[in-house]
Nanobody, 125 residues
Framework: QVQLVETGGGLVQAGGSLRLSCAAS????????MGWFRQAPGKEREFVGS????????YYADSVKGRFTISRDNAKNTVYLQMNSLKPEDTAVYYC??????????????????WGQGTQVTVSS
């Protein structure tokens, strides 16, 4: 059974930092691209960032570029999202997802086969 479990969400003041972790099990971790998505109240789920098998291949939404960093530790089957300079508009439920295709659809929600339960990130002004 494939499981993705996000941790690290919480409440933080604007300008602060937070690191999310996503621990994967039940899959060959290095064979999957990993993505982060988020969904704010009243909005559609949107792409945040993704990573292939290493930090040399990362992709970010314009809204988070320069503030968020994706990394992964394949030995630990874990992908991270380091969030700095957080803004109130970053408030959302953040989801970790796994994409079996390392080369295509890395920013497309429908390309991801497995999803975590989400973790709430709230940024206060």
């Amino acid at each position: 059974q494939v499981q993705l479990v996000e941790t690290g969400g919480g409440l933080v003041q604007a300008g602060g930092s937070l690191r999310l972790s996503c621990a994967a099990s039940g899959l060959t971790f290095s064979s999957y691209a990993m993505g982060w998505f988020r969904q704010a109240p009243g909005k559609e789920r949107e792409f945040v960032g993704s990573i292939r098998w290493s930090s040399s291949s990362t992709y970010y939404a314009d809204s988070v570029k320069g503030r968020f960093t994706i990394s992964r530790d394949n030995a630990k089957n874990t992908v991270y999202l380091q969030m700095n300079s957080l803004k109130p508009e970053d408030t959302a439920v953040y989801y970790c997802a796994a994409n079996p295709n390392l080369w295509r659809g890395l920013t497309t929600e429908s390309s991801y086969n497995y999803w975590g339960q989400g973790t709430q990130v709230t940024v206060s002004s």
